[in-house]
């Protein structure tokens, strides 16, 4: 609206201004206002017809010009109109419509002037053809490449979204569904044993009891960097295996450590925890009545391996859930690999993870 109603203002007051400091020009008159008006206020709705704009003033402009109306810069009105039809539709479109409204002058001139001699101040009609559709083009390109720099970061910020998010629901899994299953196993021993052997059962409460706080300062922690977004939480580590460990051991399980990790890179170290703590949760959970685990950890130049191993009767191939869904996330994100599956005796979950800077 802004710009129509400049448009209007500059070209009735320099039309206005010619009439009456130039010599020769005709003088202004209703019918020239009007018609200049009329021709202006079209550039209302250019952005949504403007191809029919670009014609209807291209016509308008020639018009007033032959009809010996005063001289002015009506044509910067078909100039606009042509500047949004490149833009809008493409130098194609443009280049076509207005070789079409040039020819349309050529023929009228032709008839007009019975002379097929086009005349040399004419020839700045191409020029500024050809001026008007490169500008356009340029600044309809340079809109595209905003919109796909525009694009291409928004893709990459969901990207980054998706990510945190299941970063997150893999952490949240990873405490909650441990620490449930042992809650779970301690929580039936108590019931099994609280009227023949209470003291059991009280050393079964007092492990729910730790349980429970660990898995509420994991969870805590977690949440505080959903509120915060900042990655405040401690990294789990290795180095806090022996506490999934004696879990295990705690619902009855007897569980073999062989090897050692060493000093690992905290995004392997870390994803190699969460990995043990599912592998024995489900161990806990799934497994058919389980009497032990075997905890591997090999160490060569250049990799790391983790295998947890029970012997688990009847064992088959499991549905991908979650927790196994989630440890192979873990491996793929770091460049390793992570196969889950039945073995003689059990199952098996085995994880090789890369450590870059070592051969």
Same mark, same amino acid.
């Given at each position: ?47 949504r017809f403007p191809l029919t704009l670009f014609l209807l003033t291209a ?6 010009y032959a009809a010996g109306m005063p001289g002015g810069p009506i044509i ?10 490149? @833009?809008?539709?493409? $130098?194609?479109? /443009?280049?076509? =419509?207005?070789?079409? &409204?040039? %020819? ?5 001139? *032709? ?109 805590r922690a977690t949440l505080a960097v959903l509120r915060s977004g900042e990655? @405040?939480?401690?990294? $789990?580590?290795? /180095?806090?295996? =022996?506490?999934?460990? &004696?879990? %295990? ?5 007897? *569980? ?104």
């Open positions: 609206m802004a710009r129509t109603v400049v448009v209007t203002g500059f070209v009735l007051g320099a039309t206005s201004g010619a009439s009456r400091w130039q010599t020769g020009t005709p003088p202004m008159t209703p019918l020239a206002g009007v018609w200049l008006v009329a021709t202006t206020l079209t550039l209302l709705v250019v952005h016509a308008s402009a020639f018009g007033y910067i009105v078909p100039t606009i109109a042509l500047f949004m039809l490149t @833009k809008l539709r493409g $130098p194609v479109t /443009a280049g076509i =419509a207005g070789a079409a &409204a040039l %020819a349309v002058a050529y023929v009228a001139h *032709v008839i007009s002037s019975g002379s097929f001699v086009i005349q040399i101040g004419s020839w700045f009609l191409v020029v500024w053809l050809v001026a008007v559709i490169g500008v356009g083009t340029a600044v309809r390109y340079q809109y595209a490449a905003n919109a796909a720099r525009r694009e291409q970061a928004d893709e990459h910020r969901h990207r980054l979204a998706e990510q945190e998010r299941l970063r997150i629901a893999r952490e949240v899994h990873d405490v909650v569904a441990h620490s449930l299953a042992m809650i779970n196993v301690q929580a039936g021993v108590a019931a099994h044993v609280a009227d023949r052997r209470p003291e059991q059962a009280k050393e079964a409460l007092l492990n729910i009891k730790s349980a429970s706080a660990s898995a509420l300062k994991d969870l990655d @405040k939480a401690p990294a $789990p580590s290795l /180095a806090q295996a =022996a506490e999934l460990l &004696a879990h %295990a051991r705690d619902a009855g399980l007897e *569980v073999d450590v062989h090897g050692e990790a060493g000093d690992l890179p905290a995004p392997v170290d870390a994803a190699a925890y969460r990995i043990l703590q599912e592998s024995l949760t489900n161990v806990v959970r799934h497994a058919d009545q389980p009497k032990r685990v075997d905890v591997r950890f090999e160490r060569k130049p250049g990799s790391f391996t983790l295998r947890v191993r029970d012997d688990g009767r009847g064992t088959a191939q499991p549905t991908k859930g979650h927790g196994l869904r989630g440890m192979s996330e873990r491996a793929t994100a770091l460049g390793g690999q992570c196969t889950a599956g039945p073995v003689d005796g059990g199952f098996e979950v085995r994880v090789d993870l890369p450590i870059e800077g070592e051969a």
